[in-house]
Every structure is written in structure tokens, then in C-alpha cells.
């Protein structure tokens, strides 16, 4: 009978993986776009921690009031952005197709869509683009701020064409499925944001992972529709703290609602507060981030490289599970 390979731990393959540091992104610099600082604080908190009612129609309709649909390209072709391969393929669980070509999601408090034009250009729209606590201050540009974010969450310091090519170079079998991932993004994600959705994603499936997300989703400020799908800006670290493990279980968390509490309750005794810690990780090297997401309640070698890889800009991470392994 043939032996089976035994199955590695995903961190001993990033140990044995790891370069001695990750890609450098190209000298890119995003500031050029703005010089807008974000600074946002944690939305208005309900009394309770149920989810909210869903909206009627007419209710909608007023609530949102939303502009007109405005197109502007984002100067990312094909070749560096594919949507197609980027949104719906895991890495992310809350964009949502809203067009042929067109995807479309939160990035902190703003709604905005993403479409491929006819030659494969990028372009994007925000439905709203609003920062709770810019207030009167007469200095403070949504529209900028926006943008930045939007730019930031798609990495755009990292040049895929020119990696494409030294990793063809470099690599027989990465030459040969080169074309068939033309476009695809690794994006930076916030990193309550990712930990979260990837809490529920242990021994999960894409679509249930989806309904999941979605419904922690909903416990933050609601800010549109666009195409039937509602719209939330992802509850804050606080707002999570008051939802139950009865009523994610009532949800159909399973198993994980148990660890989602926890982890919540874990973060919160962070020194500085769990945002700020798990921010801070970006600054340590890759086993360091691992050994520290992995104190963390249910949170495994896998989940930890996947929150490092889509959101704490360790680009060398190599998440493993089942399904890599047989690659």
C-alpha cells in the first residue's frame, strides 16, 4: 500500500517557506493621492445586542437617498486588478456582485462599487463616502479620505505585472498558471475585520461562511443597498462585545460562536485595546505574528496565516489547508 505524505503543520511549511523578507512593494507613494489622516472612533452602540429588523422598502428608499452613480477610473488595468479573481475567491466575504463586471462592498464607512470598463480598466463609485467624526471640520475631505482608503485596502504599492514575472522566472509551475491569474490581488484588509471573518470560516464553506459574515455584518451602521443587498459598516470591536453566545449559536455559528466570544473578550484586554494590538502586528516578523494571532481562542496556524497574509501585509505567508496541500 502506498504510504501518504503526512500532513505538515502550516507553520512548519512558513518556517521552511519564509524568504528572508517579503516583496517590496514598488515605489509607490499612496500620500500622493492625499494627505488626509483617518481617524475614525466606534460608531454609536445600540442597547442591545440583537440584530436589527430587516428594513421595509419605503424605509430603504428614504434612509438612503443615494447620489447618482459617478465612474472614475482608478487607474488599475486588468493585468493588476481582476475583480473576478480577487473578491469572491476567500479572501473576502463581504462584496458582493452587484453587476456583470461590477463588485461591491464597505472599506471603513464607505459603500463603493468596482467595475471592469469595457477594456478591462478599473473604475470605482461611492454611493457614500462619509467618516462619522469628521464633524465641522472644514479641513476634512470625504471624498480624499475615501479614496485613500479605497487604495489601501487594494495594495496598490504592490506591482503584479513585475512580481508575475519574477515568480515565472523563478518558478516552472507558477509560469504555467500565470495566465489563468492574471489580475489576482492580495488585499489589505482591517485586521478586526479579517479576524473575524476568518473565525468563521473554520471547517466552513464559502457560502455558509458568507451568511455568517453577513449577519455579524448587520450589528453595524447601516449605509445602503445597492442591486437588493444591504450594506453595513463592520461593527466595531466594542459593538461585538454585547452579542451573546447564545444568540450566535441561534444564528448558526455552531461551534464558533463559543471561540467568537471569547476572542472578542480577549482583544478587549489588550493593552491599548485589541484594535490597536492587532494593528501593532504588522510591525513584528511573520512567526511572531503567528505565535501571537494563535493565543488567540480558535484561532489555528491556518486562520492566523490567513489573517497575516489579507490584512497585516506578511505577503510571505503561506496559509495550508486540505486543499493547498494537494497542490
Same mark, same amino acid.
Given at each position: 500500500?502506498?504510504?501518504?505524505?503526512?500532513?505538515?503543520?502550516?507553520?512548519?511549511?512558513?518556517?521552511?517557506?519564509?524568504?528572508?523578507? &517579503?516583496?517590496?512593494?514598488?515605489?509607490?507613494?499612496?500620500?500622493?493621492?492625499?494627505?488626509?489622516?483617518?481617524? *475614525?472612533?466606534?460608531?454609536? *452602540?445600540?442597547? =442591545?445586542?440583537?440584530?436589527?429588523?430587516?428594513?421595509?422598502?419605503?424605509?430603504?428608499?428614504? /434612509?438612503?437617498?443615494?447620489?447618482?452613480?459617478?465612474?472614475?477610473? *482608478? $487607474? *488599475?488595468?486588468?493585468?493588476?486588478?481582476?475583480?473576478?479573481?480577487?473578491?469572491?475567491?476567500?479572501?473576502?466575504?463581504?462584496?458582493?456582485?452587484?453587476?456583470? @463586471?461590477?463588485?461591491?462592498?464597505?472599506?471603513?464607512?464607505?459603500?463603493?462599487?468596482?467595475?471592469?470598463?469595457?477594456?478591462? +480598466?478599473?473604475?470605482?463609485?461611492?454611493?457614500?463616502?462619509?467618516?462619522?467624526?469628521?464633524?465641522? $471640520?472644514?479641513?476634512? $475631505?470625504?471624498?480624499?479620505?475615501?479614496?485613500?482608503?479605497?487604495? +489601501?485596502?487594494?495594495?496598490?504599492?504592490?506591482?503584479?505585472? +513585475?512580481?508575475?514575472? +519574477?515568480?515565472? !522566472?523563478?518558478?516552472?509551475?507558477?509560469?504555467?498558471? !500565470?495566465?489563468?491569474?492574471?489580475? !489576482?490581488?492580495?488585499?489589505?484588509?482591517?485586521?478586526?475585520?479579517?479576524?473575524?471573518?476568518?473565525?468563521? =470560516?473554520?471547517?466552513?464553506?464559502? #457560502?455558509?461562511?458568507?451568511?455568517?459574515? %453577513?449577519?455579524? =455584518?448587520?450589528?453595524?451602521?447601516?449605509?445602503?443597498?445597492?442591486?437588493?443587498? #444591504?450594506?453595513?459598516?463592520?461593527?466595531?470591536?466594542?459593538?461585538?462585545? /454585547?452579542?451573546?453566545?447564545?444568540?450566535?449559536?441561534?444564528?448558526?455559528?455552531?461551534?464558533?460562536?463559543?471561540?467568537?466570544?471569547?476572542?472578542?473578550?480577549?482583544? #478587549?484586554?489588550?493593552?491599548?485595546?485589541?484594535?490597536?494590538?492587532?494593528?501593532?502586528?504588522?510591525?513584528? %516578523?511573520?512567526?511572531?505574528?503567528? /505565535?501571537?494571532?494563535?493565543?488567540?481562542?480558535?484561532?489555528? &496556524?491556518?486562520?492566523?496565516?490567513?489573517? !497575516? @497574509?489579507?490584512?497585516?501585509?506578511?505577503?510571505?505567508?503561506?496559509?495550508?489547508?486540505?486543499?493547498?496541500?494537494?497542490?
Amino acid at each position: 500500500m502506498k504510504r501518504r505524505r503526512p500532513f505538515p503543520s502550516p507553520l512548519s511549511v512558513i518556517k521552511c517557506t519564509t524568504p528572508s523578507t &517579503p516583496p517590496t512593494p514598488c515605489n509607490f507613494d499612496i500620500t500622493q493621492f492625499s494627505k488626509t489622516k483617518t481617524n *475614525l472612533n466606534s460608531e454609536t *452602540l445600540s442597547i =442591545s445586542s440583537k440584530r436589527p429588523p430587516r428594513r421595509s422598502l419605503s424605509e430603504t428608499l428614504k /434612509i438612503e437617498n443615494l447620489p447618482p452613480e459617478k465612474w472614475t477610473p *482608478l $487607474n *488599475l488595468g486588468k493585468s493588476e486588478l481582476s475583480l473576478s479573481l480577487t473578491f469572491p475567491t476567500g479572501q473576502t466575504f463581504r462584496w458582493k456582485k452587484t453587476g456583470r @463586471l461590477q463588485y461591491t462592498g464597505v472599506i471603513k464607512s464607505h459603500l463603493v462599487s468596482l467595475k471592469h470598463l469595457e477594456n478591462g +480598466d478599473v473604475s470605482y463609485h461611492f454611493h457614500t463616502a462619509t467618516c462619522p467624526t469628521s464633524g465641522s $471640520n472644514s479641513n476634512f $475631505n470625504e471624498e480624499e479620505d475615501a479614496k485613500l482608503a479605497l487604495l +489601501d485596502f487594494v495594495n496598490v504599492g504592490i506591482r503584479l505585472t +513585475d512580481l508575475w514575472a +519574477d515568480f515565472s !522566472a523563478s518558478d516552472q509551475k507558477f509560469a504555467e498558471l !500565470a495566465p489563468h491569474l492574471v489580475g !489576482a490581488r492580495v488585499l489589505r484588509q482591517d485586521p478586526l475585520e479579517c479576524l473575524i471573518q476568518f473565525l468563521c =470560516s473554520t471547517n466552513n464553506n464559502i #457560502q455558509r461562511i458568507t451568511r455568517m459574515v %453577513d449577519y455579524i =455584518s448587520s450589528l453595524g451602521h447601516y449605509l445602503g443597498s445597492v442591486e437588493g443587498f #444591504q450594506f453595513y459598516q463592520f461593527p466595531s470591536l466594542e459593538r461585538l462585545s /454585547i452579542v451573546s453566545e447564545a444568540e450566535l449559536r441561534e444564528a448558526g455559528f455552531g461551534y464558533r460562536a463559543k471561540y467568537m466570544v471569547s476572542t472578542i473578550k480577549a482583544l #478587549q484586554l489588550k493593552p491599548g485595546g485589541g484594535v490597536k494590538w492587532l494593528s501593532s502586528l504588522r510591525e513584528l %516578523d511573520l512567526e511572531k505574528v503567528i /505565535i501571537n494571532l494563535s493565543t488567540l481562542p480558535g484561532v489555528g &496556524p491556518k486562520v492566523a496565516s490567513c489573517v !497575516a @497574509l489579507f490584512s497585516l501585509d506578511q505577503h510571505h505567508a503561506v496559509p495550508v489547508d486540505t486543499h493547498v496541500w494537494q497542490i
